[in-house]
Structures are given as C-alpha cells and as structure tokens.
C-alpha cells in the first residue's frame, strides 16, 4: 500500500516553497488548519517527520530534504505526463536559475521570445553565483540553471549557452595592466564565494606570484563596477555587462590573457528535461545537438 499521492506531494512541497502552512494556504487556496492536518496526516502514515520548527517557521528535516527531491521529480513527471496528453503544447512553469551577468545582458532578448512563442510557460528566474546555483539544483529549487566555468558538472546534464569575454577592471586613471605580478596588494572587488569568476582572477593572481590584499565582497555588477571606479580595487566582470552598465565608461579596461579571457556560460540540469525546458534550449545561441550531453 502506498503511502503518499500527488497531492500529498504537492502540499509538502508548496509548504516548503512558500516558507510556511499560511502562505501554502494562499497558494492553495485552503484554510491553514486544513493544511497543517494534511501534514501530520502524511508525516504519520510516512512514519518520520518533514519538518521540524526553527522561531515561528518551519524548516526540513533530513527525511524532508530528501522527499523533496523525490517530490520535484514525481511532480514534474506528472505534469509532463499530462502535457504530452494533451495538444502538445508547451506549457506549464520554468524554474531557471542564472548568474547575474546573463539575466540582465543575455537572457533578456531569449527570454522576450520565448515568451512571445509559448505564452503558457510561466518562468521564474533566480538570480545567483555559480556555486549558489549548482546548490540550488541539488536541492531542486531550480529545474535548470546558467553556470558559469569552471564548475563541477556531476551527474547534470548540460549545453553551452552563451561565450562571454571576460575583461579586468581598474579606476579611470590606473596603469596599464598586463601580468599578474603587477596585480600585487590590491583589493578585488568581487561577488561572494562561490563566484567562478572571482576564482579566475585569484587563481591567476595567485599563479603570478601575487596576492590581493583584501577581497570585498559585493551583490552586484553595478555595485562592484561603482567601487572599482571609484578606486576601491580591481574586478573582473563580462564585457557584455560593463558594456551595458551606466558606469562602464568610469573604469579602464585591461585585457586578460586568452586562457582567462574567453569563458562559457553553460546550461544545467538534473536528469530528464522538460518540454518547456527543451524548448528554451531550442533557442540559445550556442546550444548545438540536443543530447543532453553537448557540454
């Protein structure tokens, strides 16, 4: 005898998107308390708990981290299931994932046209670093995501996206920069660990014989450009995103050597892809045969 359904799942697993019983209740459009009993109901027929709380909310277990997992993939098969049932239209929800630099200098245009093809597929894009993004496939909070190399491939699925040109930054009146070991005692403005990007330039610095002589840690393009201009330290962004940013003409450019210049965006994904997810793959720039394995 089974001891779960689809629907079972997909209260556990709006419980977890939504933070908590009240908000999944919105969602679902159910009274708390109905939510809550459906809870406790499946948690005793599993015979562990899913959650445990943490303050005023909720937070997963390990069992409950693991049936997510196994949530996401029985829901996403059932909702392919019911697609390819039907018209054969593509529809139905996008979860993607993205660094910084391709949901506001790549995605955009593709984004637009997909839109305007399948209008019945709902995206939702996250924003994120490379490690932050691969994390987040391993949790399946994203169906797919725009990672950056080098990063760990695994058991993921993936295609080239996009080939950015990475360049160094410096304020407006800095010298010229050409080796590594003139880089020395300078700050590096950069995303947070987990940025492959910032691994390039250290790992080059460190290559050189130099070291940076602090890192300060940032959120954004906009915000890194406008310390770097401002004679903070030294980053390296996409060409495509100084080229795009109102700050871009503030800050000198200094090319990088060709192994560090050239970089590929790729995109990721755990096992089986969706119709919706095989049809924005259809539409990327680099994607060449639709293997699942191209990368």
């Known amino acids: 005898m089974r001891m779960m359904d689809l629907d079972d799942l997909h209260i556990f697993r709006c419980v977890v998107r939504e933070g908590g019983v009240t908000r999944a209740a919105q969602r679902l459009h159910r009274v708390p308390s109905n939510v809550t009993t459906r809870l406790k109901q499946f948690e005793e027929r599993l015979g562990v708990g899913l959650f445990r709380r943490q303050g005023r909310g909720l937070v997963l277990t390990e069992a409950g981290r693991v049936l997510l997992g196994h949530a996401e993939r029985l829901l996403q098969m059932a909702d392919l299931a019911e697609q390819e049932l039907r018209s054969g239209a593509v529809r139905g929800a996008l979860r993607l994932g993205a660094l910084e630099s391709a949901a506001g200098a790549r995605l955009p245009p593709i984004l637009s046209a997909f839109h305007a093809r399948y209008p019945e597929v709902a995206i939702e894009l996250q924003t994120g670093t490379t490690g932050t993004l691969l994390r987040q496939l391993e949790r399946f909070e994203v169906e797919a995501a725009f990672v950056s190399e080098p990063f760990e491939k695994g058991s993921l699925s993936s295609v080239p996206a996009f080939v950015e040109e990475l360049v160094l930054i410096s304020a407006k009146g800095s010298p010229a920069f050409r080796r590594a070991a003139e880089l020395g005692d300078r700050t590096v403005v950069a995303f947070p660990h987990g940025c492959s990007y910032r691994r390039r330039l ?94």
């Open 202 to 295: 250290v790992d080059w610095l460190a290559a050189g014989g130099a070291s940076p002589r602090r890192i300060l840690e940032l959120g954004s393009y906009h915000a890194i450009v406008a310390c770097v201009a401002a004679g903070t330290g030294i980053a390296v962004v996409p060409a495509s995103v100084l080229d795009q940013a109102a700050l871009g003409a503030t800050v000198r450019r200094h090319p990088l050597p060709a192994r560090l210049r050239v970089n590929r965006t790729h995109l990721v994904w755990p096992g089986e892809a969706s119709p919706p997810l095989r049809a924005l793959m259809d539409m990327l720039p680099q994607a060449p045969g639709r293997d699942g394995r191209a990368a």
